[in-house]
């Protein structure tokens, strides 16, 4: 592989799932904002899933993908792999490919390899580490597993966004070189996570928004923003809910369920939750507000401006943008001390970190659920009953944001590792 010349500009072509206006989590998040920060280092091109984005975008760099149409009807990994050859095909001309989640991994691997070019995977979650996927792809998941791995180990360098990360990678991948696993922490786009102003037009729109999801601003409130999916443990926080004082408001932004089975669960649990406040006195929604659209920015930076505390029990977050996004927006934050989290929540000064002891299977499951359970639960009783407390928390979540997490610094991390696997 043949380094561009010191005069020439360097060429990335990201490859990846999801790209705006299609994001449906934290990987196509941080490639929008990686894109953007990239561009004053290098000649960026961006190609993703989900069709053309037209000729405005292309002229941008921004290219989309659909599915091939022989492929339509067949299991969703066969697809994946249909629009990663067309992606590999593409990136002829590149210096480096840089890939992002399995769905475009193999698109990487094999552009690489085709056009003798790097080939360089930012790790945002590792199939290993989530076997339940079993459940929603069937067959498909030992064609994604293989597709990664098959990946992992050809690339010419990964990139971990956390420690616990890297850490989980090499367990996952044994036969990798340590020294090709480099950690680059996601970041965020500070300017865009603030929280509205406490008068004037922007308070009034914040409030408005608020008071049309069914949150009334005055009460205390925790909530929750992810997927539906076993990581992000959204029935241990339902099971630990119910210690809740029933004039705090629970408010779950949560949607897109990884199967019906999942989806089935968590009703359940939330009726049994209501059906509990109802029967203290509770009534309409009995404070539980469940939002299962994906909420424009604005909107979600209202509903978190107007919490008391965000709420993160995932067993399984290589890092935790939503996280970052809270303490953005000044809310302290309860999570679970697994993964990469505990590099971003520092405990006692931005928020709370509950202990939990993992099977070591992959699935994350806690050792004793009912004392992960009890110890959430105490942790978020602990952080309402002293509100002066929670609100001097959400401030240091901001100041950590912007020393530690600003992409200006990321992209000059990334360019280093770009450098090194030219160099490599």
């Known amino acids: 592989m043949t380094a561009p010349s010191p005069s020439s500009r360097l060429r990335v072509d990201l490859l990846t799932r999801e790209f705006p206006p299609f994001v449906y989590g934290g990987a196509g998040v941080h490639v929008a904002e990686l894109s953007a920060v990239l561009r004053p280092h290098a000649d960026v091109r961006v190609r993703a899933f989900d069709g053309p984005r037209g000729p405005e975008a292309e002229a941008d760099g921004i290219f989309g993908y659909d599915a091939p149409e022989t492929l339509a009807g067949a299991n969703a990994a066969l697809t994946t792999l249909g629009v990663d050859l067309a992606m590999a095909n593409d990136v002829a001309g590149a210096d480096i490919v840089h890939s992002h989640t399995w769905y475009a991994n193999m698109a990487g691997h094999l552009g690489g390899l085709l056009h003798g070019v790097p080939h360089v995977i930012s790790a945002h979650s590792l199939e290993p580490m989530r076997p339940w996927k079993a459940e929603q792809l069937g067959g498909g998941y030992a064609v994604s597993s293989w597709a990664e791995k098959t990946a992992y180990l050809g690339a010419a360098g990964?990139?971990?966004?956390?420690?616990?990360?890297?850490?989980?990678?090499?367990?996952?991948?044994?036969?990798l070189d340590p020294a090709k696993v480099h950690v680059v922490h996601n970041g965020i786009d500070l300017s865009g996570w603030v929280r509205p102003a406490e008068?004037?037009?922007?308070?009034?729109?914040a409030r408005a928004t608020v008071e049309r999801l069914g949150i009334?601003?005055?009460?205390?409130?925790?909530?929750?923003v992810g997927r539906i999916t076993r990581q992000k443990g959204l029935p241990y926080l339902l099971r630990a809910a119910e210690a809740l004082p029933h004039d705090v408001q629970l408010v779950l932004c949560a949607g897109a369920p990884d199967t019906p089975e999942i989806m089935a669960e968590v009703k359940s649990l939330v009726?049994?939750?209501?059906?509990?406040?109802?029967?203290?006195?509770?009534?309409?929604?009995a404070g539980i507000i469940w939002i299962e659209e994906m909420l424009p920015r604005t909107e979600l930076i209202a509903v978190l401006a107007a919490g008391t505390a965000f709420l993160c029990p995932s067993v399984y977050e290589p890092l935790g943008i939503v996280n970052l996004e809270a303490m953005a927006v000044g809310l302290p934050v309860v999570a679970s001390a697994t993964g990469?989290?505990?590099?971003?929540?520092?405990?006692?000064?931005?928020?709370?970190?509950?202990?939990?002891?993992?099977?070591q299977d992959g699935t994350g499951t806690p050792l004793d659920p009912q004392k992960f359970v009890a110890d959430l639960s105490a942790a978020m009783l602990d952080m309402l009953a002293d509100p002066q407390r929670a609100a001097d928390m959400g401030a240091a979540g901001r100041k950590r944001a912007e020393d530690h997490f600003a992409w200006t610094a990321i992209a000059e991390r990334t360019m280093d590792v770009y450098r090194k696997v030219l160099e490599g």
């Open 271 to 285: 009726e049994n939750l209501r059906d509990q406040r109802r029967a203290a006195g509770a009534t309409g929604d």
């Open 158 to 175: 990964i990139i971990a966004v956390s420690g616990g990360m890297r850490q989980d990678i090499l367990r996952s991948y044994p036969e």
């Open 216 to 224: 009334d601003p005055a009460k205390q409130s925790v909530v929750f």
């Open 340 to 359: 990469g989290i505990p590099e971003v929540v520092d405990d006692g000064v931005t928020g709370t970190l509950v202990p939990i002891e993992q099977v």
């Open 199 to 205: 008068t004037g037009p922007d308070a009034d729109a």
